[in-house]
């Protein structure tokens, strides 16, 4: 009988620990801190494949390593299906192919190394900003002004125009409708411009903050600004703001719209120490679960149901509902790739490597 009563005590207090889990995760009122150590595992996985150079997603099972001018695509098992030597500069790859560029003339290559289209009346100073299924949206310079155009996949110029500024960063709509640039004045302010179908400027707003990213989304566009999440349909109605009591350090929408953004807040108005919090917001603006975190990071992606955050230290997956789910340590990542398989591709300094994400599917 003793040993019955003494269980009674450890049994209540698992149950209200799981009640009290649960009414934090329903509620989201708080940073899900202590999951870090309650509900995972930290992992340093062997890579299933590792290869000098750059490694990029081909689609499907299969990946393209570029290095020191030749381009290969391989299996997930290292095997070369072919390999290429280059003449020009490689400019992007991805599972809709290849474009690289020599002088003023930009090639598309597909998934086959073979040649679909060339572009002979471009700039020499050519940026790829966004690849979205049959659409690549472009920045080049001309007589020393900026450019934005859109490409179709066949190489038909969509349109092509000036535009008053440094485009630093650009989104296409899925369907090639409006095309979505974050730019910089001469007053070192950031704009938001908006071309329509025939090459018509809808939007041409300034901000006081800086813009970090702007995303062209099926419903309309998505901004993360110095200290707020903004989101706005293609006339420039406002539909949602939601301001953030810190300062924005990174960010990312994904193709959901749901954005995922790192504040730094300040502990008191007389402290000097800061605190780091992960927030998500839905495509609707309302707060989904935020997340504390230890240090500051250097990358956030936002990919299906999961978030993947990269520190110095590696990489941290969260679910959608702020969940930790696994942590890889792994230092020295610059960059990370998320295939639709949930493998994640991670570039080094001068190496790439593909690790097996811990959540398995979707």
């Not at 009988?1 to 995760?25: D, E, H, N, Q, Y």
């Not at 969509?158 to 007053?187: A, C, R, T």
């Not at 419903?219 to 006339?235: N, P, S, T, V």
């Not at 495509?283 to 935020?290: E, L």
Request: aromatic letters at 10%.
């Amino acid at each position: 009988m003793r040993g019955k009563s003494a269980l009674r005590p450890s049994i209540l207090c698992g149950i209200l620990l799981l009640l009290v889990l649960a009414v934090t995760f329903v509620l989201n009122d708080n940073p899900i801190g202590f999951s870090k150590n309650a509900l995972f595992q930290t992992k340093t996985p062997d890579p299933i494949l590792q290869v000098q150079g750059k490694l990029a997603w081909a689609g499907g099972d299969f990946y393209y390593n570029y290095h020191k001018g030749n381009l290969k695509k391989i299996s997930q098992r290292g095997k070369v299906l072919w390999d290429l030597k280059l003449n020009g500069k490689l400019l992007w790859m991805g599972p809709e192919g290849i474009i690289v560029q020599k002088d003023n003339l930009l090639s598309f290559l597909d998934d086959g190394g073979h040649e679909m289209f060339q572009k002979s009346d471009l700039s020499d100073v050519i940026r790829i900003l966004c690849v979205r299924d049959k659409y690549l949206l472009l920045s080049g310079q001309f007589h020393g002004k900026d450019h934005g155009i859109l490409l179709a996949d066949s190489g038909n110029t969509m349109w092509q125009l000036p535009l008053e500024g440094s485009i630093i960063s650009g989104s296409v709509h899925p369907k090639g409708l409006y095309g979505v640039f974050n730019i910089i004045d001469e007053n070192v302010k950031s704009k938001l411009v908006v071309i329509g179908t025939t090459g018509q400027i809808l939007i041409d707003n300034t901000y006081s903050e800086p813009l970090y990213q702007v995303e062209a989304t099926p419903e309309g566009i998505g901004l993360i600004a110095g200290d707020r999440a903004i989101f706005m349909d293609y006339k420039g109605q406002l539909l949602w703001e939601h301001k953030f009591n810190g300062e924005v350090l990174r960010g990312d929408i994904g193709s959901d719209g749901f954005t995922t953004v790192v504040v730094k807040e300040k502990m008191g108005n007389l402290s000097q120490d800061v605190h780091y919090e992960l927030i998500m917001l839905s495509r609707s603006g309302k707060k989904v679960c935020s997340y504390s975190l230890d240090t500051d990071v250097n990358l956030v992606d936002k990919y299906g149901d999961f978030i993947y955050i990269v520190d110095n230290y590696g990489i941290m997956i969260l679910s959608r509902e702020g969940l930790l789910v696994s942590s890889i340590r792994q230092k020295g990542i610059k960059e990370l790739e998320v295939t639709d398989k949930n493998y994640i591709i991670a570039v080094f300094e001068d190496k790439s490597a593909l690790f097996e994400s811990a959540q398995g599917g979707y």
